[in-house]
């Protein structure tokens, strides 16, 4: 059964408040009369909230206008309707002014009240269209980042166009960061939807008790502390689009509630006996193994082919590396307006280095690192942080701390950790170039004779063909001695990798 439209009337006279109450629940209405203004706002200052008001302007103690005013404090989205003896111009004004919807001249005729809820309705909907419209302008600098240069994120666009004008819930998968709520936005904004609210709900940010309320809303009195009723999210996204980030979080007893409502469309708040119908698209996200998930009994096989009529998979950064100095510069140029700094391009060596380094983050860690680069304005030392981000995540096991004595200080261990990144940066370039030390030493921007000073230094195999296991594991074992020597290799003209040619 579905939820009946609440009327609040305020008035006086007896007489007037039988007759709306008799007018009102013939067409299936739920009336409340109240006799005065404070009677009013002690109900609505409790959490009470009609769908409309019918106050009276002339009314002892507290005037109607006076008690619209209070009520526009306590939420001015409230929907009243001014009734008075008088047609005064500067009444109807004032009344208008102070946030009323219309207003009607006693006596009035059925059409008359009529026209009066319509009219209230209408600007209802211009309101929450005006809203949407404000949300959709914030979200469009977001949304706009969608950038594809890679073939896999070419044909995900691709899909997002296809399958966006279809009104079916989509599962969209990938590792934290790869972008999927931007996805789910574009999705929206590509749909029928798209003038219609886009709501986001991170499940893994509450409990399970509080996302329940979160979701689906609570009543007056269901729990301590709800001191008023309060709409959940799925009424708040009712026509337009629900997204439920990291769904995989969510507890068994939510998930059972929530194919609930993907099936019937309906539901009821914590703590409230009728039920609300709601009509929302709803795009799910995760980054974890959901086989495996639903295998381990966390997620309920029943609503992942619900929610898995679509899917897309978003693939993590470090398989689409051609975009990365696309997105570099999008974050560089957004950043450097944020900041108000004169955005400076990237060295070929620092988008380079970028290309190489996997980016675990991925889109969330470039855009952190750009932050920072935009703020620093150090080109050098960007890249430094890359490469030793570089060989950190390419080290096989952990460093050992005795590789470097805690008595040698902070300048010491910094040292070891600049010459690790060298030294693996300096090997994969001689493997990706067969070898060739000269096109080696091109791609990582030094001179030919530095290069031959760090394969030296860290006794690499000068000789064609893969880097052997020997010369690996001497150098890993030479990198005490270059870090003691850091600062006679400081003075060789053009021997830092860091520093360039």
Same mark, same amino acid.
């Given at each position: 059964?579905?939820?009946? *439209?609440?009327?609040?009337?305020?008035?006086?006279? !007896?007489?007037?408040?039988?007759?709306?109450?008799?007018?009102?629940?013939?067409?299936?209405?739920? #009336?409340?009369?109240?006799?005065?203004?404070?009677?009013?706002?002690?109900?609505?200052?409790?959490?009470?909230?009609?769908?409309?008001?019918?106050?009276?302007?002339?009314? !002892? *103690?507290?005037?109607?206008?006076?008690?619209?005013?209070?009520?526009?404090?306590?939420?001015?989205?409230?929907?009243?309707?001014?009734?008075?003896?008088a047609n005064e111009v500067n009444t109807v004004v004032e009344a208008i002014?102070?946030?009323?919807?219309?207003?009607?001249?006693?006596?009035?005729?059925?059409?008359?009240?009529?026209?009066?809820? =319509?009219?209230?309705?209408?600007?209802?909907?211009?309101? &929450?269209?005006?809203?949407?419209?404000?949300?959709?302008?914030?979200? =469009?600098?977001?949304?706009?980042?969608?950038?594809?240069?890679?073939?896999?994120?070419?044909?995900?666009?691709?899909?997002?166009?296809?399958?966006?004008?279809?009104?079916?819930?989509?599962?969209?998968?990938?590792?934290?960061?790869?972008?999927?709520?931007?996805?789910?936005?574009?999705?929206?904004?590509?749909?029928?939807?798209?003038?219609?609210?886009?709501?986001?709900?991170?499940?893994?940010?509450?409990?399970?008790?509080?996302?329940? &309320?979160?979701?689906?809303?609570?009543?007056?009195?269901?729990?301590?502390?709800?001191?008023?009723?309060?709409?959940?999210?799925?009424?708040?996204?009712?026509?337009?689009?629900?997204?439920?980030?990291?769904? %995989?979080?969510?507890?068994?007893?939510?998930?059972?509630?929530?194919?609930?409502?993907?099936?019937?469309?309906?539901?009821?708040?914590?703590?409230?006996?009728?039920? #609300?119908?709601?009509?929302?698209?709803?795009? %799910?996200?995760?980054?974890?193994?959901?086989?495996?998930?639903?295998?381990?009994?966390?997620?309920?096989?029943?609503?992942?082919?619900r929610l898995n009529v679509l899917s897309l998979h978003i693939p993590p950064?470090?398989?689409?590396?051609?975009?990365?100095?696309?997105?570099?510069?999008?974050?560089?140029?957004?950043?450097?307006?944020?900041?108000?700094?004169?955005?400076?391009? /990237? &060295?070929?060596?620092?988008?380079?280095?970028?290309?190489?380094? !996997?980016?675990?983050?991925?889109?969330?860690?470039? *855009?952190?690192?750009?932050?920072?680069?935009?703020?620093?304005?150090?080109?050098?030392?960007?890249?430094?942080?890359?490469?030793?981000?570089?060989?950190?995540?390419?080290?096989? %096991? !952990?460093? *050992?701390?005795?590789?470097? /004595?805690?008595?040698?200080?902070?300048?010491?261990?910094?040292?070891?950790?600049?010459?690790?990144?060298?030294?693996?940066?300096?090997?994969?370039?001689?493997?990706?170039?067969?070898?060739?030390?000269?096109?080696?030493?091109?791609?990582?921007g030094i001179s030919y004779k530095a290069l031959l000073y760090k394969m030296?230094?860290?006794?690499?195999?000068?000789?064609?063909?893969?880097?052997?296991?020997?010369?690996?594991?001497?150098?890993?074992?030479?990198?005490?001695?270059?870090?003691?020597? %850091?600062?006679?290799?400081?003075?060789?003209?053009?021997?830092? #990798?860091?520093?360039?040619?």
């Amino acid at each position: 059964m579905a939820t009946k *439209e609440r009327i609040m009337v305020v008035d006086d006279e !007896p007489s007037i408040r039988k007759y709306l109450r008799t007018l009102l629940e013939v067409d299936g209405f739920e #009336v409340e009369t109240l006799a005065s203004g404070k009677e009013a706002l002690g109900h609505i200052g409790q959490g009470e909230r009609p769908d409309f008001i019918i106050l009276d302007v002339l009314m !002892p *103690e507290m005037d109607g206008l006076e008690t619209l005013k209070q009520l526009m404090r306590l939420d001015h989205s409230l929907n009243v309707i001014m009734l008075s003896c008088a047609n005064e111009v500067n009444t109807v004004v004032e009344a208008i002014r102070l946030g009323a919807l219309d207003y009607l001249t006693k006596p009035f005729e059925k059409p008359e009240l009529d026209a009066a809820f =319509l009219k209230c309705k209408q600007k209802q909907q211009l309101r &929450s269209e005006n809203q949407s419209l404000r949300e959709y302008c914030e979200a =469009l600098t977001e949304d706009i980042s969608f950038l594809a240069a890679s073939p896999q994120m070419l044909k995900i666009r691709q899909q997002i166009l296809q399958i966006a004008p279809v009104d079916v819930p989509i599962f969209i998968s990938g590792e934290s960061g790869v972008g999927k709520e931007v996805v789910a936005r574009m999705i929206h904004l590509r749909s029928k939807r798209q003038q219609q609210p886009f709501v986001k709900v991170n499940c893994a940010a509450l409990p399970g008790e509080l996302l329940e &309320s979160e979701l689906f809303g609570f009543e007056q009195g269901a729990f301590t502390g709800a001191v008023r009723a309060k709409p959940g999210k799925f009424e708040l996204a009712n026509k337009g689009t629900i997204f439920l980030d990291e769904i %995989a979080e969510m507890s068994p007893h939510l998930q059972a509630k929530l194919l609930h409502v993907l099936q019937d469309g309906q539901y009821s708040r914590l703590g409230a006996r009728s039920v #609300v119908n709601v009509d929302v698209r709803v795009l %799910a996200a995760t980054n974890v193994d959901v086989k495996e998930a639903m295998r381990s009994g966390r997620f309920r096989e029943d609503l992942y082919y619900r929610l898995n009529v679509l899917s897309l998979h978003i693939p993590p950064l470090r398989e689409r590396t051609a975009e990365i100095p696309l997105l570099f510069r999008h974050f560089l140029v957004k950043y450097s307006e944020k900041y108000q700094k004169t955005p400076a391009d /990237p &060295s070929k060596n620092l988008l380079e280095a970028a290309m190489r380094y !996997p980016w675990p983050g991925n889109l969330r860690e470039l *855009e952190n690192f750009v932050k920072r680069y935009v703020i620093l304005e150090d080109d050098e030392g960007s890249f430094r942080e890359l490469l030793e981000m570089t060989g950190q995540q390419q080290r096989v %096991a !952990p460093r *050992e701390e005795a590789v470097v /004595p805690k008595e040698q200080g902070l300048k010491a261990l910094v040292r070891g950790l600049k010459d690790e990144a060298e030294m693996e940066a300096i090997a994969d370039a001689l493997d990706k170039m067969n070898w060739c030390r000269k096109d080696a030493a091109r791609m990582l921007g030094i001179s030919y004779k530095a290069l031959l000073y760090k394969m030296r230094q860290f006794n690499l195999d000068s000789g064609r063909g893969a880097r052997s296991a020997a010369a690996r594991a001497a150098a890993k074992e030479a990198k005490p001695a270059a870090a003691k020597s %850091a600062t006679a290799t400081d003075e060789v003209p053009g021997a830092s #990798v860091a520093r360039g040619s």
